[in-house]
């Protein structure tokens, strides 16, 4: 196993080193028991005690109380699980409230543990590896007047350039606690120029790339949402200056969790950088009583010294390898059409029948009964929370559609929203208290839904009977798990007033456990997850749904900055992408169909428009391209991903795809807006064989260093708008 943790007295500390043949993450034991951080980084084989930190005076920075000279603070140490009120006045990984009311608490290092491979955590999605993938490094902190232990776990897996982190806090003592903040790592980096980069956006903009300094204070990026949400994706990395997708160094994090987050970047005065990364703690608490313990979310920590995409290559292999738990992680994803622009809910059997008929004639694979299904729903005004068929729409249920599909050789999937409820619903007459609120309080309204309280076990009971019902009622392949409003009035009827805090992390803990569940009960089903497109697109969801719909906005300009920038993180079997009606629900943009197509067909593809009303020449167009796409499936989805152009920074966007053995690429790029006397743009490739000779669609035999290297001209000069290019590239 390349994995390994060595353990080593230097200068009388204590030294724990984790690495592989990528990185290594070197922490220690310094004076008065504190577990001080010292690098994270490319690979080293020893550490011989470089980095420990300087003893220097600085003012205002307290001493320890049995201190001799003024030259060891915590408040410039750089450590690995800070708390507050004994000398660091930064920002704590960790607040906890004391039965007499004091919030100080003071860690020192006890002891450690190491165990090979990567146990799941209890209730909560987390990375995962057999004795022979991983090493597991579990020290354990102590406040002995406090009576809490700590626990910190970091994993290093053998074949990625990533470490995973955790903590977990145990009341050792005989009084209740209340934990304020507990979150998932803490980092301090010395002094340095690194840039931050965040994934920031809105509703159908979601995973816009942004590049800042890092100034003095304290930078926050969270979501008080109860999701991870559209706004604020719960990742975010450090970067060098002018890093490009293949040169400089890069630091990623990224949270396995999908409720309410919170990210902060600190700079102190002597320009050290802290990075810490968890549970929001706005809002938040939790009673822990008497030897009872709470876990943290896990991140993943990823490092790159060749620039971003070899960052998004560690995030990739870690959440197709080691997060994902899925039969169909590994599996080629089907070629899909979902009814929705085609009908939104204005259906019935003989027009699904005709765009079934229709799609198998398409060379499509699955086709997906989008919302509008159910109780008495004709608009997105009633009936979430009735799942049971709509026989007006649906008179002989969804055998017969089914059946239909299935007897033309696809699949057929169906939409849910099971966190949901109408007013206008059954559910809801029956059973108001269900819905998350507030009491003596007005129920804010989203979509004209409310939020099912999934924090409490009856409901979720409720709703899994319901579904387990409609999906053993006919074969059923593939289902749509969708989630169109963030929680409002939030509180939780079955918990008492001194633990309201508890309630949004109660929720998402619900939630993991039903999707833990009907999953489990249901293995042969492929779970697609939404929220409003994109709006929990998470790895904390992506453990439970191996792919998730990357956004509503199905425009394919709008659709390649979203792809490019959700691939920073997740790879591209984990995106739905579809090729939209014209001119788009979202921007009125008409876009040709080999446009909209190659957008698409750069992650699971799929078709989210009327099949009926193609002309001959686009549905000619449409069987070619799922051919190809058939064809180089494997390579799309599973094969190396690589970004060439930024078209956040350009006119233009490209990237490409390669085979393991780099036998075989696949590369795209978009051109935006046409332009008179238009700028010739060169394009490098990345990933091929430098020795080898490659064909380039079809004809041209270039040697890969000269792709690479030298470059050419993808497009000398564009017709008009919208215009895009593939080229396929063979080892000869």
């Known amino acids: 196993m390349d994995a390994q943790i060595k353990v080593s007295k230097v200068s009388g500390n ?14 220690g034991v310094e004076d008065h028991n504190v577990l001080a951080h010292y690098y994270f980084g490319k690979k080293v084989n020893d550490y011989s005690g470089s980095l420990k930190y300087p003893r220097l005076d600085r003012s205002f920075s307290p001493n320890f109380s049995d201190a001799t000279d003024r030259n060891y603070s915590l408040n410039t140490l750089p450590q690995e699980f800070p708390s507050f009120g004994a000398g660091d006045f930064r920002e704590p990984a960790i607040s906890v409230q004391q039965t007499n009311g004091s919030m100080i608490t003071d860690f020192e290092y006890q002891s450690y543990q190491i165990t090979d491979g990567k146990d799941a955590l209890p209730e909560l999605p987390s990375t995962h590896a057999d004795q022979s993938e991983a090493m597991t490094l579990t020290i354990t902190m102590v406040d002995k007047i406090a009576q809490i232990t700590v626990n910190l776990a ?34 301090d980096f010395p002094k340095n120029d690194y840039q931050l980069l965040q994934l920031p956006g809105r509703y159908a903009e979601e995973r816009q790339v942004v ?25 975010f990395g450090l970067v060098s200056p002018n890093v490009t997708e293949d040169s400089g160094t890069a630091y990623g994090f990224n949270l396995i969790y999908s409720g309410s987050h919170k990210s902060t970047i600190q700079k102190d005065p002597f320009e050290q950088v802290r990075v810490q990364m968890g549970i929001n703690d706005f809002n938040f608490s939790w009673k822990l009583r008497p ?3 709470f876990q943290s979310p896990e991140v993943m920590m990823s490092f790159s010294d060749r620039g971003l995409n070899q960052l998004s290559h560690a995030f990739h292999h870690l959440i197709l390898n080691h997060v994902m738990t899925s039969q169909f992680a590994k599996k080629p994803r089907p ?49 979430l929370g009735d799942w049971y068929v709509n026989k007006e729409k649906l008179p002989h249920g969804l055998t017969s559609i089914s059946d239909l599909t299935h007897q033309l050789g696809m699949k057929f999937g169906l939409w849910f929203e099971p966190e949901m409820v109408s007013k206008d619903s059954d559910l809801y007459r029956a059973h108001p208290d269900w819905a998350i609120h507030t009491p003596n309080r007005p129920l804010s309204v989203s979509r004209d839904q409310y939020v099912l309280d999934f924090g409490r076990q009856e409901v979720r009971e409720h709703i899994f009977k319901q579904m387990c019902e409609i999906l053993d009622s006919t074969t059923i392949d593939y289902v749509k798990w969708d989630m169109n409003r963030n929680i409002t009035e939030l509180y939780n009827l079955d918990l008492p007033a001194d633990q309201q805090g508890e309630a949004s992390h109660r929720y998402i803990l619900g939630v993991y456990d039903f999707m833990a569940k009907i999953t489990a009960r249901y293995p042969n089903i492929l779970f697609e997850g939404c929220s409003g497109g994109g709006g929990r697109f998470d790895a904390g969801m992506l453990y ?3 792919q998730y719909w990357v956004s509503d906005n199905t425009d394919a300009v709008e659709r390649v900055k979203i792809q490019y920038g959700t691939s920073m993180i997740y790879p591209p079997v984990a995106m739905g992408a579809h090729v939209s009606k014209i001119p788009n629900p979202n921007t009125g943009r008409s876009i040709d169909i080999n446009f909209r197509s190659l957008v698409a067909n750069s992650a699971d593809t799929g078709y989210e428009l009327d099949p009926l009303t193609l002309s001959d020449d686009e549905v000619k167009t449409v069987i070619q391209e799922n051919q190809w796409y058939k064809a180089n499936r494997e390579l799309i989805q599973f094969g190396d991903f690589y970004r060439l152009i930024n078209p956040f920074k350009n006119n233009q966007g490209s990237w490409m795809f390669v085979s393991p053995d780099k ?70």
């Open 14 to 27: 204590q030294i724990f080193h984790l690495s592989n043949s990528k990185v290594s993450y070197i922490l």
């Open 663 to 732: 036998s075989k690429a696949v590369v795209m790029f978009f051109n935006i807006l046409n332009q008179p006397a238009y700028p010739l743009t060169v394009l490098k490739l990345q990933g091929l064989d430098p020795k080898a000779k490659y064909e380039v669609n079809g004809s041209l035999a270039v040697s890969g260093d000269e792709l690479m290297n030298i470059g050419f001209y993808p497009m000398p000069q564009p017709k008009h708008d919208f215009e895009s290019m593939k080229f396929e590239l063979k080892k000869i």
């Open 544 to 546: 439970y749904m191996p």
């Open 335 to 383: 070629i899909l059409i979902n009814n929705w622009e085609a009908t939104y809910m204005d259906f019935d059997e003989a027009k699904l029948e005709k765009i079934v008929k229709k799609s198998a004639q398409l060379d499509i694979e699955l086709f997906v009964l989008d919302d509008g299904w159910f109780g008495h729903r004709n608009d997105d005004n009633s009936s």
């Open 211 to 235: 590049v800042e300094d890092i100034n003095p204070g304290t930078k926050v990026l969270d979501s008080k949402r109860s999701s991870s949400g559209h706004m604020q994706s719960p990742f």
């Open 154 to 187: 970091y994993t290093i897996f053998s074949d990625s350039a990533s470490v995973v982190r955790s903590s977990q806090i145990i009341n050792s003592g005989t009084t209740d606690i209340d934990i304020k903040k507990i979150d998932s790592m803490n980092i």
């Open 291 to 293: 030897q009872e313990s």
